[in-house]
Structure formats: C-alpha cells, structure tokens
C-alpha cells in the first residue's frame, strides 16, 4: 500500500510567520506535488518535483518555495504566511515514465493563518 | 484559458444509478482522471481514460468523448458510502505535472 504522510493535520500560524509542511512518501516515487484545495476552485498545483533537487513551479507559485533533499520528502515552505494562504494543503507521489500518471495523496493539512 | 466543468451537486437514492458529467477546454489532452474524495480526506484514483469509450471497474464505469471534450463517470448500485466528492482532472501533457482538476461533484446518497 502506498503512503503519504504529512506531518499535520491541522496547523495555526499567525500572519508573517514562516510555515513548514512536510510530505514524506514510502513507494519510491520520482515525482511530488503540493497542491492547495479551496471550496469552489478545485486542487491548484503549487509545485512539482520530478527528482531530488529539482523543482518546477506549478500555477500558483506565489508566496510558496519548496525543498527536496530526499527522494521521499518534500517540503512546501510559505516564508511570509498571509491570510489568504488559509487553505487545505494536499501533498501527492506518482511514478514517473508511462502514460498514467495516477497520484496518491496525503490525508491533508488544514492551515489557518490568523 | 483551461476550463474544467462538473456540476457542483448531486443527489441520489441507494441502489439507484447516478451519472457525474465533466465537460472540458484545455491546451491539450493526454488523458482524462476520475478520484474520489470522501470529506476529511484525501482523493482516491478512479479511473483513467486516454481513449474514446467506456471504461468499466466494477460499479464503477467512466466515458471519454475528446471531439466532445467530454467525460462522465457512472455509478451503479449506490451505496451510502459512496457519498463523496468526485474530482474530474485532465492531463494536457506527458508531463506529470501538466493536470488540472475540476472543482469537484459532491454527491449525496439518500437511503
């Protein structure tokens, strides 16, 4: 069974904070995402990383960076936290290769930025 | 621009069949997802349609049209659990980065 874990489920932070969200997956996967879902919008991919080191910016990149250091870790970073960055914040793994690029997810992290 | 639509709500009886419409407008098509979100948690794959067709997986059944730009995913024998969101997702390239999803279809399932 594939997992995705990340390391809140819920978190608080104030406007300005710098906030960290980690992923860790367990299936070996090349490629990573974080996305955000908000209530009418669907998911939006913030960023992708198809390699340890390497990133690639998503469709809203803005007010967000990323850190892959290892194969199965992958960090979303907000260095400013604003309130509109209030969202649920869902981490994937896929395989890489082929054309079926299914996702596994993480159970979710809600943020709340006061 | 890209455009993804699925009706924002649906209701349907136990035991009865239920059909979930994605219509959609992308730079580019290399294959159509389906996922399952229940509330509070994370989306589940479905499915996955490249080509024009149905696809059957069970109770689960999806349709692809990509003259039409048109997906559905058809739902037989209902059972309470299946009370979820159903997310529409296309992927317009080989890359994997290269999906958007649709705002999703929250289907209620009434005894």
């Known amino acids: 069974d594939v997992k995705v874990t990340q390391s809140s489920r819920y978190l608080v932070k104030r406007t300005g904070e710098k906030v960290f969200l980690e992923c860790v997956q367990d299936?070996?996967?090349?490629?990573m995402f974080w996305y955000r879902q908000d209530p009418g919008l669907g998911l939006r991919l913030i960023y992708f990383?198809?390699?340890?080191?390497?990133?690639e910016k998503g469709d809203i990149p803005e007010g967000y960076s990323v850190s892959r250091e290892k194969k199965e870790r992958f960090s979303l970073i907000l260095e400013s936290a604003s309130t509109n960055q209030t969202s649920m914040y869902l981490c994937?793994?896929?395989?890489?290769?082929?054309?079926?690029?299914?996702?596994?997810f993480g159970p979710g992290t809600r943020l709340t930025v006061t | 621009g890209q455009n993804i639509d699925q009706p924002t709500e649906m209701t349907a009886t136990e035991g009865a069949i239920v059909q979930i419409n994605c219509t959609y407008q992308?730079?580019?098509?290399?294959?159509l997802f389906w996922y399952q979100q229940h509330a509070g948690e994370a989306p589940t794959f479905l499915s996955y349609?490249?080509?024009?067709g149905l696809e059957e997986k069970g109770r689960f059944s999806s349709f692809l049209s990509r003259s039409k730009g048109y997906s559905y995913l058809l739902l037989k024998e209902l059972q309470m659990k299946d009370s979820a969101s159903y997310l529409c997702?296309?992927?317009?390239?080989?890359?994997?980065?290269?999906?958007?999803f649709g705002s999703g279809t929250r289907l209620s399932i009434r005894p």
């Open positions: 990383s198809y390699d340890v080191k390497m990133k």
């Open positions: 299936m070996d996967h090349e490629n």
């Open positions: 349609n490249v080509l024009d």
């Open positions: 994937a793994s896929s395989l890489s290769g082929g054309s079926l690029y299914e996702q596994y």
């Open positions: 992308t730079s580019g098509f290399n294959g």
């Open positions: 997702a296309v992927k317009r390239s080989p890359s994997a980065s290269k999906i958007i």
